[in-house]
């Protein structure tokens, strides 16, 4: 924890290294290294608690249903707005590390077994490939299928306008004109 702070007219305000909101935890440099670690630590809890159970009382289906809905999710939360877009190789590789656990943890294998082929047959894309199908998928959704209707209302020509600066300038002309019945 930083010891700055501010004094306005509500009280002091103190900074803080990381702030969590819904779900997700950033660091003062806007990172998500501190949401992957806290992240990796509720699904190794996780993930024992499934390893207690696992044998005695869970099918293969139901681990998986129950790996996939507990820590499958944690693993890709704020996967699909891309805020995993592009961390670092170390985040990911601890991400990867935990889902590999978890498919060892699933099937009742050894340690000493490699998790590649585990995945593999429960169909579990690795945590890279994982962010960039969440990201394409996202992407083709937006243009595809859920597109606004504003953004469906606009010409032809100002949707295939392919330069950032070209777009912003017919959009706001467009708009402006709308806007004023010019």
Do not use: E
Request: hydrophobic share 40%; proline share 3%; charged share 15%.
């Amino acid at each position: 924890m930083s010891s700055q702070q501010v004094t306005g007219r509500v009280g002091h305000v103190q900074f803080t290294d990381a702030v969590k909101l819904p779900g997700v935890t950033l660091d003062s440099t806007l990172s998500v290294d501190k949401h992957i670690i806290d992240g990796t630590r509720c699904c190794h809890y996780h993930i024992r608690a499934v390893r207690h159970i696992r044998r005695p009382l869970l099918t293969l289906n139901t681990a998986k249903s129950i790996a996939v809905s507990i820590v499958g999710c944690r693993l890709d939360y704020c996967n699909s707005v891309g805020l995993l877009y592009g961390m670092s190789q170390a985040n990911i590789d601890k991400l990867q590390r935990v889902q590999n656990i978890l498919a060892r943890v699933v099937v009742g294998a050894p340690w000493t077994c490699s998790s590649l082929n585990i995945r593999r047959d429960l169909h579990w894309l690795p945590v890279g490939r994982r962010i960039t199908y969440k990201l394409c998928l996202t992407t083709w959704k937006t243009l595809s299928v859920s597109a606004p209707s504003t953004w469906n209302s606009l010409h032809a020509h100002i949707r295939s306008i392919d330069t950032l600066s070209t777009f912003k300038r017919h959009l706001k002309f467009h708009i402006f004109q709308s806007a004023f019945a010019v």
